[in-house]
């Protein structure tokens, strides 16, 4: 598969669409190794009403993460049909409404650095043309920064900049794979926020942060909420 990855302005526009009257419709949905981000498995879980327990251990393989030595999951492909995505269908996406960050931001990839003078974030994009992508031909113009507002990538984005976050702490304070004892602590805050819960709310975790009222009411239903917390207690506890 040829790929051609070019730099892109945000305001600069790009041609692109993607339908299912595509020639490749659902070709980009196979054979990818194909991280899910903390987020993304608050979305895809709540769209298909499952518990952590069930999502990870049907559809992800757990791994270190090669650049952040922090743990991750990816979603298991089906080797029985080409290793394809486990959520397409012949009429595309079954979890289309809450799918993946990375399956939002085809065919751009968004990097975001701090800006040493303001500290704001700068978002950064580039554009990927593979050869079997055939949305280059269909015409529609957007930039990256309409692109990323038709999306619906403005959530996905905050909470993933946070997470990134959190690997440049870790990756500032020590190199490599984290210990086994911070591998389960980041597990659980990151993907298993069931377990997260019942730690807070059955043993103790967290007595020492003094959480108000109004944050331990909020986070016995909101997954959001929790996951916040989840990265601000790694950041605190391990890499501060
Ligand atoms: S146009 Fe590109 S993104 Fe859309 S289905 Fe085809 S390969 Fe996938
Ligand atoms: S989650 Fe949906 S859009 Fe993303 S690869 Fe799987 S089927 Fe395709």
Redesign the pocket.
């Known amino acids: 598969m040829e790929e051609d990855i070019v730099q892109i302005m945000p305001d600069e526009p790009f041609i692109f669409a993607?339908?299912s009257g595509?020639a490749?419709?659902?070709?980009?949905?196979r054979d990818l190794n194909q991280f899910i981000t903390p987020y993304d498995m608050v979305r895809m879980r709540k769209s298909l009403g499952l518990s952590c327990e069930e999502f990870l251990s049907k559809y992800t393989s757990r791994h270190i993460g090669p650049e952040s030595g922090l743990p991750v999951v990816t979603l298991k492909p089906n080797p029985a049909d080409g290793l394809t995505c486990p959520f397409v269908t012949p009429e595309g996406c079954s979890v289309y409404n809450d799918r993946p960050a990375s399956c939002r931001m085809?065919?751009l990839a968004r990097a975001v650095t701090r800006s040493r003078e303001t500290g704001q974030l700068m978002e950064h994009f580039a554009l990927i043309r593979?050869s079997?992508?055939?949305?280059f031909s269909?015409g529609k113009s957007q930039t990256p920064l309409e692109w990323v507002e038709n999306q619906g990538l403005k959530k996905y984005n905050e909470m993933n900049d946070l997470l990134l976050e959190i690997i440049s702490l870790k990756n500032q304070k020590k190199s490599g794979p984290v210990d086994f004892k911070e591998e389960l602590m980041v597990h659980m805050a990151f993907y298993d926020l069931d377990s997260f819960r019942t730690h807070i709310f059955e043993k103790g975790l967290l007595g020492e942060f003094n959480l108000d009222e109004r944050i331990m009411e909020k986070i016995k239903t909101d997954d959001v909420e929790l996951l916040k917390l989840g990265f601000e207690w790694i950041k605190r506890v391990l890499f501060t």
């Open positions: 993607c339908h595509v490749c419709f659902n070709e980009c949905c085809y065919p593979e079997h992508c055939k949305g269909e």
